[in-house]
């Protein structure tokens, strides 16, 4: 008989909030801090919670692209992502409501691969079906574009 597995799971934490710009999360056995710099009084432990979100996005990017090229035989050699984002700060500044607080995020992953521009654009279009955290962002109204280049 075989084991089906959760579709739907629920993740909890309790943080600990020790000053008003710092925030240390335990996640599975990590210590998470997201915090702001000095200059707006913080103790610069950690990024702050809109750097978090921009990393989030790098991030699941990198995991999916991943796991979408293994998944259609595509090596995609080594990578780095390029992030272009816009933030619009009136909203956390509390100047005025912003609704889409990201308006435009524009990543490039640039990979040196043998693999062709074609099956880049394939893994390109399989991830975008899947980054959980692109799907945020564009849920929220963001602009987000996300290029795969074959570098030189």
């Known amino acids: 008989m075989a084991v089906k597995m959760k579709t739907i799971v629920t993740y909890r934490a309790t943080a600990a909030c020790p000053t008003h710009a710092r925030t240390e999360i335990p996640v599975r056995n990590l210590h998470v801090v997201i915090d ?37 035989g595509v090596n995609l050699g080594d990578i780095t992502i390029d992030a272009n984002c816009k933030f619009d700060r009136r909203g956390v500044l509390m100047e005025e409501e912003i609704d889409v607080p990201f308006p435009e995020v524009t990543l490039t992953v640039n990979c040196t691969t043998p693999a062709s521009q074609e099956e880049l654009d394939l893994v ?29």
């Open 36 to 72: 702001e710099p000095t200059e707006r009084g913080g103790t610069n432990l950690g990024p702050t919670p809109t750097e978090a979100a921009m990393t989030a996005l790098i991030a699941c990017t990198n995991v999916i692209g991943h796991k979408n090229a293994h998944r259609l």
């Open 124 to 152: 390109g279009v399989e991830t975008a079906k899947y980054c959980a955290i692109a799907k945020l962002f564009e849920a929220a109204g963001t602009d987000l574009t996300v290029e795969w280049r074959k570098a030189n």
